[in-house]
């Protein structure tokens, strides 16, 4: 699987803040967890998070907002996968989807003792795929360098 969308309400269980807006590490968390099925999926079995970086914040959800998370893989390397995430949400009914962030993300698959494990070499096939690897490996590459 190379990308993966999770919609869903956000709720008062979630980390709310004043005036019913959800907290941004609860918004990270859902990056998190996001990215990491889109990984464990690619990989086929287990991973573990290597980086979240980029993360700006546009605007904040509320109380009752359609969230989506789309999670999707960008390019990958012998055990680790650069992944871009984004958060969407909207007020219901029918208001259009507004961005939240986006960011890039690595994991690594590992075997059962925490190891790094291969996985499946990506390779972008569209043109729009090409150019999100490329943004990802330098946004990445520039994160590290910091």
Same mark, same amino acid.
């Given at each position: 699987? =190379?990308?993966? @969308? ?5 709720? =008062? ?17 859902? $990056? ?5 099925? &889109?990984? @464990? ?5 287990? &991973?573990?998070?290597? !980086? %979240? ?6 605007? /904040?959800?509320?109380?009752?907002? !359609?969230?989506? %998370? ?25 208001? /259009? ?5 986006? &960011?890039? @993300? $690595? ?10 494990? /291969?996985?499946?070499?990506?390779? /972008? ?13 330098? =946004?990445? =590459? ?5």
């Amino acid at each position: 699987m =190379h990308s993966i @969308t999770l919609r869903f309400m956000a709720s =008062h269980n979630d980390g709310v803040h004043a005036a019913g807006k959800i907290s941004g590490g609860t918004v990270l968390r859902w $990056v998190d967890e996001a990215g990491l099925a &889109c990984a @464990t999926g690619w990989a086929q079995g287990a &991973c573990v998070t290597a !980086l %979240v970086s980029g993360a700006q914040f546009a605007r /904040p959800i509320l109380v009752g907002d !359609l969230v989506e %998370v789309q999670a999707r893989l960008a390019y990958t390397r012998t055990t680790s996968m650069g992944i871009a995430v984004e958060v969407y949400r909207c007020a219901l009914p029918g208001e /259009p989807l507004q961005q939240v962030l986006r &960011c890039a @993300t $690595v994991y690594v698959a590992v075997d059962g003792a925490d190891r790094p494990r /291969p996985v499946d070499t990506w390779n /972008p096939q569209t043109p729009g795929d090409m150019a999100l690897a490329e943004q990802v490996r330098a =946004h990445i =590459h520039a994160a590290r360098a910091a």
